[in-house]
Every structure is written in structure tokens, then in C-alpha cells.
């Protein structure tokens, strides 16, 4: 998906440059006209049909990519059904945490009594003096 949000971004950008440089080749180039007549020099331009078939091309492009994206459509009550089934699991999963939880207390109770043993005998192993 994020690639084909970097194509069409890139896209994008081609064609603002694309259209930069249309701009930038009708201030160099262009002859003044009137509005009223269309000149045959106008009608003859090559350049015009090439960033008309440019920005034509890219925009196809980019309309081609935006229909490949895939649409999410969640309705309120589908959203809704995913979070009841994402909070169940999340209460079991809290169960299972504090089942847990209590079973390693408990284990760590009883290694703490073994060692009070343990030390409680190597004490009393030693030879009072």
C-alpha cells in the first residue's frame, strides 16, 4: 500500500513539473496572439500536443493507482463487532495474565521458604563455638 501511495506521489510530482515547464516554455517561446483569431503558428505548435499527451498520460496513471487502493469501508456496527471481539479477548487474555501472575507468586513463596530452609540448616550445620 505504501508503495502505491510513493508512486502516486511521485506522480504528482512529475506532473507539477511537467506543468512548470509548460509554463516556463510558454513565457520563452510563445507568440503574442490576439484572443479573437487562433494563428496557424498557434495551431501548428508540436509542444502544446506533447504536455497535452504528458499531463493526459500522468493523470491516467495517477487515476489507475488511486482505483487500485484498496477501499475500507467499515460500517459503525461492524467496527462495533470488532471491538466487542477485541475487548473478550482482551478480559481473557487479563484473566490468563492474573492466573499467571498468582501462580508465579505462589512459586516464588515457596522457593523463598525453601531457601529459609536451606539457610536455616547450613546455620545450624555450623559448629558453635
Given at each position: 500500500?505504501?508503495?502505491?501511495?510513493?508512486?502516486?506521489?511521485?506522480?504528482?510530482?512529475?506532473?507539477?513539473?511537467?506543468?512548470?515547464?509548460?509554463?516556463?516554455?510558454?513565457?520563452?517561446?510563445?507568440?503574442?496572439?490576439?484572443?479573437?483569431?487562433?494563428?496557424?503558428?498557434?495551431?501548428?505548435?508540436?509542444?502544446?500536443?506533447?504536455?497535452?499527451?504528458?499531463?493526459?498520460?500522468?493523470?491516467?496513471?495517477?487515476?489507475?493507482?488511486?482505483?487500485?487502493?484498496?477501499?475500507?469501508?467499515?460500517?459503525?456496527?461492524?467496527a462495533?463487532?470488532?471491538?466487542?471481539?477485541?475487548?473478550?479477548e482482551?478480559?481473557?487474555?487479563?484473566?490468563?495474565?492474573?492466573?499467571?501472575?498468582?501462580?508465579?507468586?505462589?512459586?516464588?513463596?515457596?522457593?523463598?521458604?525453601?531457601?529459609?530452609?536451606?539457610?536455616?540448616?547450613q546455620?545450624d550445620s555450623?559448629?558453635?563455638?
Open positions: 500500500m505504501t508503495d502505491r501511495f510513493t508512486q502516486i506521489q511521485d506522480l504528482v510530482n512529475e506532473m507539477a513539473n511537467t506543468m512548470c515547464n509548460a509554463v516556463g516554455v510558454l513565457q520563452a517561446s510563445a507568440l503574442p496572439c490576439e484572443f479573437k483569431e487562433l494563428s496557424q503558428d498557434l495551431l501548428n505548435e508540436q509542444n502544446t500536443e506533447l504536455y497535452a499527451l504528458t499531463i493526459a498520460r500522468l493523470c491516467k496513471d495517477i487515476d489507475i493507482l488511486i482505483e487500485s487502493i484498496p477501499a475500507e469501508e467499515k460500517t459503525e456496527e461492524v462495533a463487532e470488532e471491538m466487542t471481539v477485541m475487548d473478550i482482551h478480559k481473557k487474555l487479563t484473566e490468563d495474565l492474573k492466573k499467571r501472575s498468582e501462580e508465579i507468586d505462589d512459586l516464588l513463596g515457596n522457593i523463598s521458604e525453601e531457601l529459609l530452609h536451606v539457610s536455616k540448616a546455620m555450623r559448629p558453635s563455638y
